[in-house]
């Protein structure tokens, strides 16, 4: 059980393009789920909450209008990365938590390995 | 605040031996540790949890130590195994934030 999804796990774009990563808990509902970046040899960094209906809180500097957070339902997320350029390049990693905030458990997604071109 | 290395910290054990994996946490307001362990390429995999009230927690292989005094948190991993190369995050909720913030990481490497 507790299984998170990212799609795709890996793309690559042209700077300029847009690009859209779906995070999906598969076995339970999410009332929140978490985007969080990770450049190589780096730790994880928190971007963005999101509850599900809500506007999602970004973490100090993170540009919400170039990451577009939609959590739509309780077990579908999408994060949005606008006129991508090649430092955005990363591995974007989601979670998804059953409860509210960070104290419940998170599971995390595999990651999605983003290249600009 | 958020922790960010450049140059993770390497352990290097021999296949069987024991494993100590420490980590230094931030704030004194945190009441939740979690360690997880992440392969090349691939998500964080949950290990084991502690909340502030404990101190030891216990689970298959693994011990987790909090020493709230001097904000310290360890992992240890009995036998390690191949299987246990990984990095290694720990990552502390901040109770006023509700949300993770994860330390920089080490790499565990078995030697066989």
């Known amino acids: 059980g507790a299984v998170v999804s990212q799609h795709p796990s890996w793309v690559i774009c042209k700077s300029g393009t847009s690009v859209k990563i779906e995070c999906r808990s598969l076995?339970?509902?999410?009332?929140?789920m978490f985007w969080y970046r990770q450049f190589p040899k780096q730790s994880l960094m928190l971007m963005a909450t999101s509850n599900e209906g809500s506007k999602a809180t970004y973490e100090q500097g993170v540009e919400k209008d170039k990451f577009l957070i939609n959590h739509a339902s309780l077990t579908l997320s999408t994060l949005t990365v606008t006129s991508a350029h090649p430092e955005d390049s990363s591995f974007y990693i989601c979670?998804?938590?059953?409860?509210?905030?960070?104290?419940?458990?998170?599971?995390f997604g595999p990651g999605t390995r983003l290249t600009v071109t | 605040g958020e922790s960010v290395g450049l140059h993770l910290p390497t352990l290097s054990v021999q296949e069987g031996d024991n494993s100590i994996i420490n980590c230094a946490y931030s704030?004194?307001?945190?009441?939740?540790f979690i360690w997880y362990k992440q392969e090349s390429g691939k998500g964080p995999q949950f290990i084991i949890d502690?909340?502030?009230?404990?101190d030891k927690r216990q689970g298959q292989r693994v011990t987790v130590l909090l020493n709230k005094t001097v904000k310290h948190l360890s992992l240890q991993i009995a036998a390690t195994q191949p299987g246990d190369s990984a990095v290694y995050f720990c990552a502390e909720n901040i109770r006023s934030g509700n949300k993770l913030v994860f330390g920089a990481g080490t790499i565990l490497r078995v030697k066989s």
């Open positions: 076995d339970f509902q999410a009332t929140t």
């Open positions: 704030n004194s307001a945190s009441d939740y």
């Open positions: 502690i909340r502030s009230n404990m």
């Open positions: 979670s998804a938590s059953p409860g509210q905030g960070a104290t419940y458990e998170q599971y």
